[in-house]
């Protein structure tokens, strides 16, 4: 090879080194991430996935399509109702393509952006990783990535969304996980009746207040305020199910200390996400609380609250109940921003009310 | 021909956006992966044999190669390719090309890469490219690249279809996998005009002998991080050799 072609081969190659994404397309309209008074700074600050209105638009639409499932109706959406603060609504197991179900209890999608780790076993350990697998799960909505984009390329309303939002109508598995990253690390909850009383705008019932204290004294230390969670693996002395034989964070650290251990799940909203815990064992919120109530352990290595933790006395769990309602974010439940898009979307999904 | 070529090597193998102002005093130093069983190259169809004397065919051979370092062992200096990653497939003479751009005028004494993708570019999200999800070469169920890739059959082993499949990867703590390979070339190499081809070359044997025994046999199958990944990482870790070093 002569020099004199050198050059020009040298620049074509090198302008695929694989650097993060970083076209900023002149047209688009920048959105402000979402970051409520009070919280820490974003594990995902959309550094390298700048977020747009076109960028969020097209990620909220993947998320309410269900033709990016193998059965063509089993959205995002079919197991993360709005109404539902994003989690299934009074679903056990979630129901996948082919009339299977989850191995896990659906969980609530908001404050994502705050999350290093996904799943109850934090499997998964990027926002924009996350939508894969329930894409390619078997049991959830049973595709491969390569369909997915094949079903997006094919279709022109799409090729128009791309093009808004990343400046050509290429679909590329990286565009789509960053576009629907720009959709859920911008659902937020920081509107509950509990924000507002830390800012002075409304008041605590006696009973709410009552239950905010024993909150604080009892269950903060994981649920750690203000995202609700501590966002690490415990294990609550929640006995082995051995049809599901669910070992939780175990399976993905190999440890054995990590034996049964779950991701502490979020209060907020939790009066919309029954069932409760991993497995969706427990219906109510009083039967929930009643497992701290009268959990004996033979479990080593249960958290030590569960070992050596003082009963709470049955009006403590009313109090308690009390204040949990205090979490629903009514705002996230019905914000028009986060509603389908699509009109006369028939995707796979409960219906509240009617 | 050979102009097209090139351009699909880069299309294929790496992918984003930056622009370089064309640099004149710069050459090419090409790595050229060559993938075989003992003195043999890599054939679909084509039976071998291991260190253990059992047969085998191949349908999958394939790994990343990143973090790539030339370096000058006697002046202490060396040349970092931090972004750019490949994937080797079986014997796709295509694909199967690392192109550095490496300025003229320095020598080197080493070579040495990771085979696989480092911790950083595991969780660093969405990625394209050689590290695009599409190529097969991530875990959906749990986030992470497959760093190496070996399937094929074996009469010696007792799965479904006699298949072994060997899926390695694992990039934190005590399951990772990226520890780099170092190569010395048979003489300093000294980059002055003229392209080099380096040809360096895989023997898929050594995952199954080396430091760790691990006949198909017994290992049929290995597909997730963990201490039966890390033995084979510890063994084709050593497969690697340099064949030649050329200058056009």
Redesign the interface.
């Known amino acids: 090879m002569n020099t004199r072609r050198v050059i020009p081969v040298m620049g074509v190659i090198l302008a695929f080194v694989a650097v993060p994404f970083s076209f900023k397309p002149d047209h688009v309209s920048p959105l402000q991430q979402r970051i409520p008074e009070g919280f820490p700074p974003p594990v995902y600050d959309y550094k390298n996935n700048p977020l747009t209105k076109e960028g969020f638009e097209l990620g909220k639409r993947l998320f309410y399509d269900g033709r990016l499932s193998s059965d063509g109706q089993t959205a995002c959406a079919s197991c993360h109702q709005q109404f539902a603060a994003f989690s299934d609504f009074e679903h056990v197991f979630s129901h996948g393509v082919d009339n299977r179900f989850t191995l896990r209890n659906a969980p609530p999608l908001f404050n994502l952006a705050w999350h290093k780790e996904f799943h109850a076993d934090g499997a998964i350990n990027h926002i924009e990783w996350q939508p894969l697998s329930p894409l390619t799960g078997d049991n959830e909505m049973g595709t491969t990535i390569e369909k997915a984009i094949n079903m997006l390329q094919d279709d022109p309303f799409y090729a128009v969304m791309f093009k808004k939002a990343f400046g050509d109508t290429a679909v590329t598995s990286q565009r789509m996980l960053h576009a629907l990253a720009q959709f859920t690390g911008y659902i937020v909850s920081a509107d509950s009746k509990y924000d507002r009383v830390l800012k002075k705008q409304d008041r605590f019932t006696e009973w709410e207040e009552n239950g905010y204290r024993i909150f604080q004294q009892r269950c903060a230390s994981c649920h750690t305020e203000p995202l609700f969670t501590d966002l690490k693996y415990h294990n609550i002395g929640l006995a082995l199910d051995t049809f599901l034989n669910d070992f939780g964070r175990m399976t993905i650290t190999g440890e054995s200390r990590d034996s049964l251990a779950f991701k502490t799940p979020t209060l907020r909203n939790i009066t919309r996400t029954e069932p409760y815990m991993h497995d969706g064992r427990f219906w109510g919120l009083s039967t929930a609380i009643d497992h701290w109530r009268t959990y004996s352990v033979s479990d080593s290595s249960a958290h030590e609250l569960i070992r050596n933790g003082t009963p709470l006395e049955k009006i403590e769990i009313k109090y308690l109940i009390s204040f949990l309602h205090t979490l629903v974010d009514s705002t996230l439940l019905s914000d028009p921003m986060l509603a389908d898009p699509i009109p006369g979307n028939r995707i796979h999904q409960p219906v509240l009310g009617h | 021909m050979?102009?097209v070529s090139?351009?699909m090597?880069?299309?294929m193998?790496?992918?984003?956006?930056?622009?370089?102002h064309?640099?004149?005093a710069?050459?090419?130093v090409f790595l050229n992966f060559v993938n075989g069983v003992g003195a043999e190259d890599i054939e679909a169809d084509k039976t071998f044999v291991n260190g253990w004397g059992e047969e085998f065919t191949v349908s999958r051979f394939r790994y990343y190669v990143s973090n790539i370092v030339l370096s000058d062992t006697i002046n202490r200096t060396k040349i970092e390719f931090k972004?750019?990653?490949f994937l080797i497939k079986e014997n796709d003479s295509l694909a199967n090309v690392a192109?550095l751009?490496v300025a003229r005028g320095i020598t080197c004494h080493t070579i040495s890469f990771v085979p696989g993708v480092d911790s950083s570019r595991?969780?660093?999200?969405?990625?394209?490219?050689?590290?695009?999800?599409?190529n097969g070469m991530?875990w959906?169920?749990?986030?992470?690249y497959i760093m190496a890739k070996f399937e094929g059959r074996s009469p010696a082993s007792a799965l479904q279809h006699r298949m072994f499949e060997y899926h390695i990867g694992g990039y934190e703590?005590?399951?990772k996998v990226t520890d780099p390979v170092k190569l010395v070339l048979p003489q300093a190499l000294a980059v002055t005009?003229r392209?080099v081809y380096i040809t360096i070359r895989a023997d898929a044997n050594n995952w199954f002998k080396g430091t760790h025994d691990l006949p198909i046999s017994d290992y049929p199958a290995c597909t997730a991080?963990?201490?039966l990944a890390r033995q084979f990482a510890d063994n084709y870790r050593q497969m690697f050799s340099i064949q030649s070093v050329s200058y056009?």
């Open positions: 050979r102009l090139f351009l090597i880069g299309a193998s790496c992918s984003g956006a930056f622009s370089l064309a640099q004149e710069v050459t090419r972004d750019l990653y192109e751009p595991n969780m660093s999200g969405a990625q394209s490219g050689a590290l695009d999800p599409l991530f959906t169920w749990r986030s992470g703590g005590a399951h005009g392209d991080a963990g201490p056009k």
